[in-house]
T-cell receptor
């Protein structure tokens, strides 16, 4: 069974603070994909990153960075120097890599509030 | 490139009625997936269509069904609506399997 756990339900920080959102996953597949999505108040899910299970390199995109560690089954997301516009619900998701098993399983989400 | 579009954006129905939601994927995308989002259950996968065939199905009752047309547009139908079906229904499209999915703005369904 595939499962994604985002233990942090809500996080509140002050602007310019760094914040890390945790994501732990479970899967029996050897090949799989991990994703992060952002859901601002408007409701539309915005794609942030996809990582396949064979690529453990950390990724940095501007103020965003991701740390993928297979040894701990974690795919954490860090926002550096947070801004008010980063306020949203962030979802971590896991997808299989088989023809009939590529549905995405989402975590419960972490609501991030960045205060000015 | 236009994003994923969903119609209608808001819908109010009463128990026992049925509803059809529509999704137009990004041009060139052949995979369309549907998700239900509720405060209690979060984001749950409903089903995925690829080239007019349902490839995957989540754990939802048979009242939830869908289809995909030759132009990749998709519809989902919910029959005999229940109060618990009130949710945000999100459609997502991707070019191929395992690619990142791009989501539409959703249809907010309220069942009274």
């Amino acid at each position: 069974a595939q499962k994604v756990t985002q233990a942090q339900t809500e996080i509140s920080v002050v602007e310019k603070e760094d914040v890390t959102l945790d994501c732990v996953y479970e899967t029996r597949d050897t090949t799989y994909y991990l994703f992060w999505y952002k859901q601002p108040p408007s409701g539309e899910l915005v794609f942030l990153i996809r990582r396949n299970s064979f690529d453990e390199q950390n990724e940095i995109s501007g103020r965003y960075s991701w740390n993928f560690q297979k040894s701990t089954s974690s795919f954490n997301f860090t926002i550096t120097a947070s801004q008010v516009v980063d306020s949203a619900v962030y979802f971590c998701a896991l997808s299989g890599a088989k023809y009939n098993n590529n549905d995405m399983r989402f975590g419960a989400g972490t609501r991030l509030t960045v205060k000015p | 490139k236009a994003g994923v579009t969903q119609t209608p954006r808001y819908l109010i129905k009463t128990r026992g009625q049925q509803v059809t939601l529509s999704c137009s994927p990004i041009s060139g995308h052949r995979s369309v997936s549907w998700y239900q989002q509720t405060p209690g259950q979060g984001l749950q996968f409903l089903f995925e269509y690829f080239s007019e065939t349902q490839r995957n199905k989540g754990n939802f009752p048979g009242r939830f069904s869908g289809r995909q047309f030759s132009n990749s547009r998709s519809e989902m139908n919910v029959s005999t609506l229940e109060l618990g079906d009130s949710a945000l229904y999100l459609c997502a499209s991707s070019f191929l399997a395992y690619n990142e999915q791009f989501f539409g703005p959703g249809t907010r369904l309220t069942v009274l």
